[in-house]
């Protein structure tokens, strides 16, 4: 009998150093497709403990996936006992490895996030792709609002943009006047503001307003605090992208009880999709 089963993915804003934001030609350097092994050696003899699988695979331009496989060695026992409560010897050779464990990792490069299966292997993923990608690589938390605020001790950025039909253009002699001319000028569309503090302290009128401008949604766009938690970790709020969990219900194979690698992503990307 088919059963549903329910992934929760957590999202996590990766961070490549050197650049301002990453693409899919970040990855280039990883295979498509490969399979390796952890070796242990004991003199001359040699014995794997572990084996991994990895695909990667790319979608519409926007999404890179990498889908683990893996299993290991250890623990063994000898003898296994069927439905029937019958204990009857291994039929699994000592030397053989199931590949019982998955793993599945989503980038989207038009978030620069990282959407990955099960949170306790963040630092093996990081670790995994700065290894292969040769890049240094670190990852950022993202809260709702006020865990956000509660959590954080000081402030380190603040961004928003804003667009020309929000200015009052009638007083020119303001940072929105003056801001509405450059943009006609120019020709953008909007205009980006960042602001940039030394590791100020964080207190209730700096509260006050990062409330009141994550309040005013019509006013500001993209807006995106960063601040430093007391144990010294950067977090990023983000006002577009506050949903940092995704529930992805998928069906599991009768036998195996393993999950078709195709259909989580693909629920996955519909569900990120749902939230623009």
């Known amino acids: 009998m088919s ?35 952890l070796v242990i050696s004991s003199g001359e003899q040699k014995e794997t403990l572990q084996v991994t699988k990895h695909k990667k695979v790319t979608h519409s331009e926007r999404f890179l996936t990498l889908y683990f496989n893996s299993g290991e060695k250890y623990p063994y026992s000898p003898t296994v006992i069927d439905g029937e409560l019958q204990e009857t010897d291994n039929p699994r050779n000592p030397e053989q490895i199931e590949l019982d464990e998955q793993l599945f990792v989503l980038f989207d490069t038009v978030t620069q996030r990282m959407w990955i299966s099960n949170q306790r292997k963040k630092n093996f993923i990081v670790e995994w792709i700065a290894k292969k990608t040769k ?34 253009t009638s007083g020119q002699n303001t940072l929105s006047g003056h801001l509405a001319q450059d943009i006609y000028g120019f020709g953008a569309s909007k205009a980006r503001i960042e602001l940039s503090y030394k590791d100020i302290s964080i ?74």
């Open 135 to 168: 890049f240094e690589i670190s990852v950022k938390s993202i809260l709702d609002e006020e865990t956000f605020l509660e959590k954080i001790k000081s402030v380190e950025e603040v961004s928003f943009c804003v667009v020309p039909n929000l200015f009052n």
């Open 3 to 37: 059963k549903n089963e329910t992934i929760k993915f957590s999202g996590y804003h990766l961070i490549i150093k050197g650049k301002k934001t990453f693409d899919l030609s970040c990855f280039s350097l990883v295979e498509s497709e490969r399979t390796e092994r």
């Open 203 to 276: 207190n209730d009128k700096i509260k006050t307003r990062i409330r009141e401008m994550l309040g005013r949604k019509s006013d500001f766009q993209d807006v995106s605090v960063v601040g430093r938690s007391d144990e010294g970790l950067d977090t990023i709020f983000n006002l577009e992208e506050v949903i940092s969990r995704i529930h992805v219900e998928v069906v599991a194979d009768n036998k195996s009880k393993l999950l078709d690698p195709v259909e989580v992503f693909d629920s996955l990307i519909s569900n990120i999709n749902k939230y623009e």
